[in-house]
């Protein structure tokens, strides 16, 4: 089925044009059209989230089921792809959520959900001295560990202590096998960040921070930390949980500045997103959600509770244009994974569209050209 959306588009290179957009699964056609009548909503590429650990009531450890509450709730919010993220579970637990996320991708998905592009392994290879709310069962990753990862053919981002032993031989492997290779729940100084960073990137490798500021201490003058390596290495991504509870809106107004091209949005929701207040489970660990903030019962910030339709009007409402902000929900996520058929509204990409009303809210959302959320409309229907 084709479909033809008119509205503001948000086209590659930032510029805001109304116009027409053409597709089925695949972008097809984008036709600027000086006719005023086009409307006043907002048409822009699918969200993209690479750290997402639930939402809907269903968590990635929670294998199929999980993955299909995850992958709809996330769709209702304009994001049209997901890697399902693990918690640091024992390792059994972690195997076995990875092999429900390579199965899922190989029935073809989710029906009505976000598209499966990979899995993020976040942990168990993390510092068990900075957890967050990540349950105590790190692991050194040994080659023998690694090589099981990445035998399941399904990751596409890790996150990893470089301080751990074992670190940097495996941050090769995971860069040698395509994968993100993550900076996150560490205690690392400057100096073993930029070798670790520095090792990662000539294997040809791309480097991130995970939730930059969160879970890896701070930025001073004698030690500038993870934070500061990654903020001043140029090539390095920068994933931002944007619910202006884990992040203050002037420390991502310091990333957007520092790496314009390199800062990201996710969620690092869980299975609490979208379920209102209330208890909710983390890891095995009891979450209280009060307010749209989430804490274990130690009082320790749990996952989010975020969606990206949510993270895009919060960039907006840190100063950044629409342009910038879809930017970074988009293009600069697919880039950091590696994928390069999706992304921005350019023709022969997959067709990832999501409409925002005037007030930046979810009106309407297509994955590869399946409408998932929104009236089915064809012409100039939406407008
Ligand atoms: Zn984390």
Redesign the pocket.
Known sequence: MSHSLSGQLILPGGAVQSGTIHFSEVIEGVTPDADASAGSCFIVPGFIDTHVHGGGGGDTMDGAPGLARLCRLHAQHGTTTVLPTTMTGPWEQVMQALEAVAAMRRSGGVSGGADIAGAHL?GPFISPQRL???PPNTLEPTPQLVAEVLGTGVLRAV?LAPEQPGATQAGLAFARAGLRVGI??TVADAETVTEFVRAVQQAGGRTAA??LF??MGGVQGREPGPPGVLLADPQSFLEVILDFVHVHPTSFQLACRAGPGRTLLIT?AMRAAGEGDGLSELGGQTVIVRNGEAHLENGSLAGSVLTMDRAVQNALKAGLTLPEASRMASLIPAQSIGLSDRGELRVGLRADVVVLDAEYRVLAVYVAGQQVVGQPVSGRGIS
């Open positions: 976040e967050g709310a990540q996150t996150g729940h995970t939730h969160n879970a690092d």
